[in-house]
């Protein structure tokens, strides 16, 4: 980082707000911020509706509050830090404290990190740090996500307490101005495999139809069925493997919960094919900042061997060209579902820093000696299963 961007961290102010109200306030200068976003999950309804939904408040783990606003000496809003402490236990003079951003759970939120213009976004993160570690009274670890390449944090880089974790890598379609310029510059495998996709269904006289629900009333019938398909797709054992990250009932309340927040402004797209009068594929998409970002889907297995899901995310690229979108992003992950469009490939990367106080590490230390110290394994799992959030499915435990 150069000495005029260190500098620049210095002059930011940085506040911490821990009540809802403050949160609410937010909303005008955060939409003006994820403007500049093309995730999602940048988005005020994103965040609100989590905070909502999947904040924890058990003896196991509790949740608090604490947004972190990073302004100008002007008072301009360049960044907000969606964050909160978890604590676990919730109760007793022994708990860990992790600071992170909102999003803790198994894939729901696949990005996480800092909303912040993007000028300003390097700096932001780097003022971000250099408060917490000022602030360490309230949190003994600090999980750091969403970092992009560009963004160096400085010193802290270097120090014993901080460790680069993994990195998260999510895939752009930049879109012509036509379905045919498209489909002229994919590989000859992908090629063939969406002539045999639509082949197979005329081949057995199948019409289909692309379905697109997008306004409130459509919300909830749309989600009933993709449930349904997500769920299916779980099941199956003959194939690539894929959780059902929405057969908690939090989780599906939470997905039915910002999906209307996302049509209520005309940003969500749930894309349905349709075969013989049934919705036998579903992906849902989300409008933010000129991209539409598909995220999850679900099929129905009797219609596997027609390659529906597929036929499906053409359908939807072609939707997005054909309604002027700039951008597709087919979601995090590198799997042949994604990497077959050819896209292009963005990482970021995720970190830990431990708080530097005394207090931090030794509650640390004595946390995962008790841990370690159960004797049993169903006792081990009945102790992670008291710590862990509700929204994570048993499977994943």
């Not at 008072?75 to 022994?94: E, F, T």
């Not at 570690?133 to 307490?161: N, Q």
């Not at 099941?235 to 939090?250: G, I, K, M, Q, Y």
Request: glycine residues 4%; contains cysteine.
């Amino acid at each position: 980082m150069s000495n005029d961007r260190a500098e620049a961290s210095t002059k930011l102010v940085v506040e911490i707000l821990r009540s809802i109200e403050e949160f609410r306030s937010l909303e005008f200068e955060w939409r003006a911020l994820e403007q500049h976003s093309e995730f999602p999950f940048s988005s005020f309804d994103w965040n609100i509706s989590w905070w909502m939904q999947l904040r924890e408040d058990k003896l196991g783990v509790k949740d608090s509050l604490s947004l972190r606003t990073i302004r100008t000496v002007e008072g301009k809003l360049i960044a907000v830090a969606p964050m909160l402490v978890s604590r676990r236990p919730s109760v007793g003079p022994i708990c860990v404290r992790q600071l992170q951003f909102f999003g803790a759970d198994p894939n729901i939120t696949e990005l996480r990190g800092l909303v912040a213009l993007p000028e300003w976004r390097a700096v932001a993160y780097r003022a971000l740090v250099e408060h917490a570690l000022a602030h360490t009274e309230d949190w003994d670890s600090m999980m750091l996500s969403g970092i992009t390449p560009d963004v160096e944090l400085g010193a802290v880089e270097s120090s014993p307490d901080f460790k680069w974790l993994y990195e998260i890598t999510d895939h752009e379609l930049q879109l012509p101005d036509s379905w045919e310029a498209f489909r002229a510059k994919l590989s000859r495998n992908i090629k063939e495999s969406l002539r045999k996709c639509y082949n197979s269904l005329k081949r057995d006289k199948l019409d289909f139809r692309l379905v697109v629900a997008e306004t409130p009333q459509q919300v909830v019938p749309a989600l009933a069925r993709f449930f349904e398909l997500h769920a299916a797709r779980a099941s199956l054992a003959d194939t690539v493997h894929h959780w059902n990250v929405f057969r908690a009932p939090e989780a599906q309340r939470f997905l039915i919960h910002v999906c209307h927040r996302f049509a209520e402004r005309g940003c969500l797209r749930i894309f349905q094919l349709v075969v013989g009068g049934e919705v036998v594929a579903a992906r849902i998409g989300f409008i933010a900042g000129g991209t539409l970002y598909l995220y999850y889907s679900g099929y129905d297995p009797a219609f596997a061997k027609y390659s529906v899901m597929t036929t499906t995310v053409a359908e939807a690229i072609r939707y997005a060209i054909e309604h002027g979108f700039a951008r597709v992003n087919l979601s995090t992950g590198s799997d042949v579902s994604k990497t077959r469009w050819s896209p292009s490939s963005r990482p970021t990367r995720a970190a830990m820093l431990h708080s530097p106080s005394m207090r931090s590490k030794l509650t640390h230390r004595v946390y995962l000696h008790a841990l370690s110290a159960i004797g049993t394994s169903s006792a081990l799992r009945r102790a992670t299963t008291f710590l862990t959030r509700r929204s994570i499915p048993p499977a994943l435990l």
